[in-house]
RNA sequence: GCGCCCGUAGCUCAGCUGGAUAGAGCAUCGGACUUCUAAUCCGGGGGUCGCAGGUUCGAAUCCUGCCGGGCGUACCA
């Protein structure tokens, strides 16, 4: 509906400028907005945008678009209102045209092409394969998955990826904790372990049934690499495990492994070597970042030849640009927020525009239970997993209380909300309003109530308040859709869908949808039709499920 | 110290590429079930948008300074 206002007003535009003779200002971005509902359907400001540039005061301009517009079949009214907004009604025929969009589309319905099909990376969770998902993962996996369902939708060509950092000192001491544990279990003496979680315990045990006790007494060289290997492979399983019943899927789990034995990161440092971006001091080559807002400059190859985290993840980074990704959505939590400056400017030396890596940060996760709030930072200890939550909630609301937060703000994971089968509880809010939909199918059906095809109803039956309400919430959504992708945020879609339930809702409260009156009957079918639609992919999108019983 | 995020109703938060009387959910108060699921609906009360300046026709939104909270400040990953 807003790019249909928007077309009529660039045409109006046309048509005041040549009969003035003047030239057709260019139309930047002026808003087309859904105003209180007394103002009327739809709003925009154009006119206060463009008033000083067409050299007359917003209202005069106004009130000549009014004039123009007026003339559009499909709009009922249009007045000019306050500093010189114009508000416009859209007749009710119009709205309930929608109706056969959505019915035609169906599971489609909310697809746009605004993406271009251009080819997006989104890169998420990347959680270090040294212990299990916390609950902070979780919030960045339900992020990152949605985003990129929701481009998908938007028409970009959406790639998923996992970075795995099975690399370095960490994954040494990941070996040598489970070299303790299994030296602990067969009752030798060991050191106390780098990584103490008990799940360390489980795979010492697995790993003594794999190699045997014999394998504790072959020299570190050996043990310490097989260990790590075994331990980063079970844990990585687990993560894998995790991450399936979250509903989160990658089409790569990428190696920062595989960037070492390919000695890409070498090649890429290399390659940055006599640029105005490197230099040598203290026997190390430094990348210049400072000039990008970055602290300091920073280290990319130590001066004894190892290369440094930064510079495996320039090359990661290379690699994604060099697959043709032109976009790169990197989902990181809050804590990395000082790597975005680096990044930037790694882009940068590789001679990309840096706009194309967006980081997005995911804000820390607290727990709220029983009144009490659990801060979940790496300091306090206090260590609450993915799949705890996910057993303890489900996954519908888990993923649904990530995602209604803005990442950037600091989440209250309620979980004893989360948790109510009842109203309270937002995400059975939206799921109810389904359920009930799908029953009066049900009901319909046991009715011997004949389903009609769009073209076949009588529309003007849909034109009540609340059919009205509902309908235009409901052509809103490929809008939401559209916008979430291009602000790179998931969250407006839960206050979206909360507000289709409640429009939905009031318009179940407030009438009868299989009646003796069969021909309303039908009509309202097709609302009710459209309605699933709308919540069952709006909730896809989200990654929560849409039941027909609850 | 410096950098990033946050500070909006009792609580949790939207709104922040400037626009009309600042919104939602929960909580609270008052109403509505012989009906396709009351897991619902209808209504009321509740705000110096952290503080102080500035920019302008107009500021919760932009700028500056301060206050409060979180996070980060490695030749670790």
Not at 126 to 150: E, F, Q, Y
Request: glycine fraction near 6%; proline fraction near 4%; include cysteine.
């Amino acid at each position: 509906m807003k790019e249909e206002i928007r077309e009529s007003i660039g045409l109006a535009l046309e048509r005041i400028s040549s009969s003035e003779n003047i030239e057709t200002p260019k139309l930047d971005h002026f808003e087309v907005s859904i105003p209180k509902e007394e103002f009327g359907d739809l709003s925009t400001n154009i006119a206060m945008i463009l008033a000083s540039r067409m050299k007359t005061n917003p209202r005069a301009l106004a009130e000549k678009l009014v004039n123009e517009l007026a003339g559009e079949p499909y709009i009922s009214s249009v007045k000019v209102a306050g500093p010189g907004f114009i508000n416009i009604t859209v007749t009710p025929s119009r709205w309930i045209d929608y109706l056969g969009d959505i019915l035609s589309q169906k599971e489609n319905y909310g697809k746009t092409k605004t993406g271009k099909n251009e080819k997006v990376m989104v890169e998420f969770v990347s959680a270090n394969p040294t212990g299990p998902l916390h609950i902070g993962h979780g919030r960045g996996a339900a992020v990152g998955d949605a985003l990129a369902r929701i481009l998908s939708w938007a028409g970009y060509d959406v790639y998923r990826e996992y970075y795995i950092n099975d690399v370095g000192l960490q994954m040494e001491n990941l070996g040598r904790s489970t070299i303790a544990r299994a030296r602990e279990l067969l009752g030798r003496p060991f050191e106390e372990p780098a990584y103490k979680g008990k799940y360390i315990k489980n795979i010492a045990s697995d790993f003594i049934k794999r190699y045997g006790e014999e394998i504790l007494d072959s020299p570190q060289e050996k043990a310490v690499p097989t260990a790590s290997k075994f331990t980063g492979t079970a844990i990585l399983d687990t993560i894998r495990k995790d991450l399936d019943d979250f509903r989160v899927s990658f089409d790569e789990w990428f190696s920062e492994k595989s960037l070492h034995d390919a000695d890409e990161i070498n090649k890429v440092i290399n390659s940055f070597l006599g640029s105005k971006d490197i230099y040598e001091q203290d026997g190390a080559m430094w990348l210049k970042t400072e000039s990008a807002g970055d602290e300091k400059d920073r280290v990319v190859r130590r001066a004894n030849g190892i290369t440094t985290y930064l510079a495996a993840d320039i090359a990661y980074h290379k690699n994604k640009l060099d697959r043709g990704f032109s976009k790169l959505i990197d989902i990181w939590g809050a804590d990395h927020h000082g790597y975005i400056p680096r990044m930037k400017a790694s882009v940068s030396a590789l001679g990309h525009d840096p706009k194309k890596l967006s980081p997005i940060l995911v804000q820390m996760v607290s727990l709220k239970r029983g009144g009490k709030t659990i801060s979940m930072s790496t300091r306090g200890g206090v260590f609450v997993t993915l799949r705890e939550i996910i057993d303890e909630v489900g996954v519908d609301a888990t993923r649904y209380f990530f995602l209604m937060r803005s990442s950037d703000s600091h989440l209250d994971f309620d979980v004893d909300l989360a948790k109510k089968r009842s109203d309270e509880n937002p995400v059975f809010y939206i799921q109810y309003a389904h359920a009930r939909c799908a029953n009066i199918f049900v009901t319909a059906k046991e009715r011997e109530i004949e389903t009609k095809k769009f073209n076949e109803i009588d529309k003007s039956l849909l034109e009540g308040k609340y059919e009205l309400r509902l309908i235009k919430k409901l052509a809103q959504f490929p809008d939401v859709v559209a916008s979430c992708a291009e602000s790179l945020q998931p969250h407006p879609i839960t206050q979206y869908l909360t507000d289709v339930a409640s429009s939905y809702h009031s318009f179940y409260h407030n009438n009868r949808v299989v009646t003796d009156d069969i021909k309303l009957s039908q009509a309202r079918l097709a609302l009710i039709e459209s309605t699933m639609i709308v919540l069952k992919n709006g909730l896809s999108l989200l990654g929560v499920s849409a039941p027909d019983r609850m």
